[in-house]
C-alpha cells in the first residue's frame, strides 16, 4: 500500500494550489476519504472530507475556498484549494479509512506555505 500525496509548494495569499494524493495498492472505492492538516506547533485538524458515495463536509476555516474531490477511475484524490491565506500554512496530509473500518492509511505529507 502506497499514498502519494503531491502538489504541495509556497504561494502568496490570494493564490491557488491542488493537492493530490494518488492510491496504490488497494482501491479507493470503498473508503471514505480526508485531508488533514497540521501547522507548527499545532495538533492535526481534518480540513475536508469525502464519503464513499461522495458526501462532503468541510472545517469551517476552508468552507468556501476549499473543494475535496475523488476519482475513483485513477485511485486518486484531490483538494483543490483558493483564494489561500497564510493561516493555511502547514503540512497535509491525505487519509483514506475503509467503509468497514478494515483499513486506514495515510500519505506522507505534503507541506503548503501561504506568505502575505
Known amino acids: 500500500v502506497q499514498l502519494q500525496a503531491s502538489g504541495g509548494g509556497s504561494v502568496q495569499a490570494g493564490e491557488s494550489l491542488r493537492l493530490s494524493c494518488r492510491a496504490s495498492?488497494?482501491?479507493?472505492?470503498?473508503?471514505?476519504m480526508a485531508w488533514y492538516r497540521q501547522a507548527p506547533g499545532k495538533e492535526r485538524e481534518r480540513v475536508a472530507r469525502?464519503?464513499?458515495?461522495?458526501?462532503?463536509n468541510y472545517a469551517d476555516s476552508v468552507k468556501g475556498r476549499f473543494t475535496i474531490s475523488r476519482d475513483n477511475t485513477v485511485n486518486t484524490a484531490y483538494l483543490q484549494m483558493n483564494s489561500l491565506k497564510p493561516e493555511d500554512t502547514a503540512v497535509y496530509y491525505c487519509?483514506?479509512?475503509?467503509?468497514?473500518?478494515?483499513?486506514?492509511?495515510w500519505g506522507q505529507g505534503t507541506l503548503v506555505t501561504v506568505s502575505s
Open positions: 495498492g488497494f482501491s479507493i472505492s470503498n473508503t471514505h
Open positions: 469525502i464519503t464513499n458515495v461522495g458526501g462532503t
Open positions: 487519509n483514506f479509512k475503509g467503509v468497514l473500518r478494515t483499513m486506514d492509511y
